[in-house]
């Protein structure tokens, strides 16, 4: 009975692999018949390649769209849509050079008062040190109230560094809505 079994189960084997086998296709044909189907696919749209711009890359191919003068407007009336104003004037002062130095300046301005403020933490520290080991009154006395002095500074350049924080994202926003390019705010 085991001679049996193992006979059927060599012919299912060697059937299974020689009907898979019928059915494989080589890699050669499989390319013969994709280069078939594209010569009888029509062209979907057009592809743009690097001829198609103008010389500084910037200046599409002109359109295929319908004229202007054919744009339905609402309720399927054609209408034509108002002319573009093709004196645009960027305000001189708009410049990326403006955006940068605005930016620049506000991000130094918080750079120094940070600065200022670890330069104040570190007088605090010394001046707790230091009114911790005098024993003479008039000594804390004075000591304490330079210690005073530089925290209510801490706390001064903390608003101010708040405060400039903000003005650069107030910036940052006007330039977003002004349709500044963000690699200028950089």
Known sequence: MSVRVRLLSA???????SASGAFAQSLGDVAKKEQQRRKTTKVAGKVYTNKDLGPGGTKPAPSQLP???????????ESTPPPADKTEEQDPKKTEEYWREKLETAR?????????L???QSR???????FVNRDDPAQRAVIASDRQKALAEMERVRESIDTLK??????????????VPPGWLR
Do not use: M
């Open 124 to 130: 605090v520290n010394a001046l707790s040190t230091d």
């Open 67 to 77: 004229p202007a003068s054919t744009i339905a407007g609402p309720g399927g009336a």
């Open 166 to 179: 903000k003005q650069i994202a107030d910036l940052e926003e006007e330039a977003r809505q002004a349709g």
């Open 11 to 17: 012919a299912l084997a060697f059937l299974l692999c």
């Open 108 to 116: 130094a301005e918080i750079q120094r008062n940070e600065l200022f």
């Open 118 to 120: 670890e330069a104040l």
